[in-house]
């Protein structure tokens, strides 16, 4: 590197000469299965494969400081590379999760010899993935530090890790003010988790070279983009896809009905599959076209994959009423309606309950009764479905709401509510509220999905005042949660007809737009 620190390099040679050079960075270790299936992979399908251990892991040079040195490390990474002989001048980048976010710094200022990137559930901003919702991504932070303080670990004292993660990371998640885990769980770890915390201006210093959204708007080349609808980084992915879109920049993207995790597990064989038709066409150039469509999706509910020219596809808005009483339903409720209330109360936090974290323990489809029947959760359900009602894009939900504490959040949460009574969660909204906006009609953008809701089934909308760690609780007061103890409770209203009407609209297809 630049400043004279070595990295450790593996170079993998197919056995029958190479269609080109892909580049790999990863932090997770230069042997093993992680290595196996991916360097391995490529190369056992004829392709030479540069794998790189990250600054600071599995014996490279210098200390590990997550995220931030990989923009340079991943250009000098690239200056070594073609100046071996054995090097052929075409380049592709591949990663996954954290060794995604390595292929896009190298894309930052891409270099003149790559020709393509495949790039899977990961994101390019690590400011986003800390504060993007407006709150402190807590679960998400504490666990992300865990795990890459102990890269180390092999993989069955990993397992073992795993299963007592509730237990270890509890006093993270539990105890205020929030600043101080620093000092205990992440204790001589070098872990930047205090820094991350407090920095939550996206412009402070901190997360300078974290942030490579500058990748989106310099590269030229054709990029594959692979997530799950579960996933944590599904509307980064989106957000990729979109951008590189606008600028005619040839995109694909693939969306299946996995989790971070399900995607090297369920999702590996299609995921895999479709980076090896993706080399061919754009490293090896075999010719022809490998996808039938630019944009791919799995449709839970329906059970297909589908082809489409773009996300989100044309559909129709369907409008749905909060009623009072629970009900949720196509017509309006009276103008005379009385509003549903609930208290949320930060010392009793509402607790998170599955949803897009990438934690597998906890995270994806999960039954939600449970949480339902907590007196700060309000549900709102519709009769059982007649015909099939299928949601493509983001609901948006307005919700008109009244706090007598300004300081407040709002979670919002579209549910199916199966036949057998289960109510599964689909998709999510979040937003943090002050006194500037916490009264009035509240508009919650939900998480992109695409899910056929079958006949029999109904539409279920909850209602409540956070999500707790997947979102830091908001402890009701004008100071920061990071550093304060401070608690007070809210009283919350949300209204029908007196007041204002609460609706979600949902983007729905039809058969003339199918």
């Known amino acids: ?301 329906a059970e297909e994959w589908r082809d489409l020219q773009t996300w989100p596809p044309p559909t129709d808005d369907r409008v749905f009423y909060l009623h009072p009483g629970g009900g949720l339903g196509e017509a309006p409720p009276s103008s005379v309606a009385g509003p549903t209330t609930f208290t949320y109360d930060p010392a009793d936090p509402t607790p998170a309950v599955g949803g897009r974290v990438v934690n597998p323990a906890i995270g994806g489809r999960r039954d939600n009764r449970k949480l339902e029947g907590r007196a700060d959760v309000v549900t709102f359900t519709s009769p059982p479905l007649s015909a099939p009602l299928e949601v493509l894009g983001n609901p948006v939900v307005e919700v008109v709401h009244e706090t007598d504490n300004p300081y407040a959040d709002l979670f919002v949460r579209l549910c199916e509510v199966r036949q057998d009574g289960r109510s599964i969660n689909v998709s999510d909204g979040f937003r943090r509220l002050g006194p500037a906006d916490a009264n009035g009609t509240i508009m919650l953008r939900l998480d992109a999905l695409a899910h056929r809701f079958t006949p029999g089934s109904r539409l279920r909308l909850q209602v409540s005042g956070g999500a707790h760690p997947r979102y830091a609780r908001n402890l009701g007061t004008d100071r920061d949660p990071a550093t304060s103890t401070d608690l007070a409770a809210s009283a919350r209203k949300v209204f029908h007809g007196h007041g204002g009407f609460s609706r979600v609209h949902l983007p729905c297809s039809s058969p003339r737009n199918r």
Not at 285 to 294: D, E, L, M
Request: hydrophobic letters at 45%.
């Open 1 to 301: 590197m630049r400043d004279g620190v070595e990295l450790l390099t593996d170079v993998y040679l197919p056995a029958a000469g190479s269609s080109g050079t892909v580049l790999i960075r990863t932090p997770y270790g230069l042997d093993g299965v992680i290595a196996r299936l991916t360097a391995g992979f490529f190369a056992g399908h004829g392709y030479q494969v540069v794998n790189q251990a990250c600054r600071g892991t599995s014996g490279s040079g210098g200390d590990f400081d997550p995220f931030s040195q990989e923009t340079a490390d991943g250009a000098d990474a690239v200056a070594w590379l073609r100046k071996q002989p054995w090097f052929d001048g075409r380049l592709a980048l591949w990663g996954a999760s954290y060794l995604g976010n390595t292929a896009w710094a190298v894309m930052v200022d891409p270099p003149p010899e790559l020709v393509t990137a495949v790039v899977a559930v990961a994101g390019h901003d690590a400011h986003w993935v800390a504060h993007g919702a407006g709150a402190f991504s807590l679960e998400e932070v504490v666990g992300l530090m865990d795990a890459l303080g102990h890269l180390e670990v092999r993989p069955i004292r990993g397992v073992a890790r795993a299963a007592t993660s509730s237990r270890r990371l509890g006093p993270a998640f539990r105890d205020l003010p929030l600043v101080r885990a620093q000092d205990s769980l992440f204790a001589g770890s070098g872990m930047p988790y205090r820094d991350w915390l407090l920095a939550t201006d996206p412009e402070n210093p901190v997360w300078r070279r974290m942030r490579l959204g500058q990748a989106l708007e310099r590269v030229t080349v054709p990029v594959l983009l692979q997530a799950g609808w579960q996933d944590r980084f599904v509307a980064q992915m989106i957000e990729q896809h979109d951008r590189l879109q606008q600028r005619d920049v040839e995109v694909g993207l693939t969306i299946g009905p996995w989790t971070h995790v399900e995607t090297a597990t369920k999702g590996a064989a299609t995921i895999m599959t479709e980076a090896l038709d993706w080399l061919a066409e754009h490293l090896a150039g075999a010719g022809g076209r490998s996808r039938p469509g630019p944009v791919r999706i799995y449709v839970p509910g």
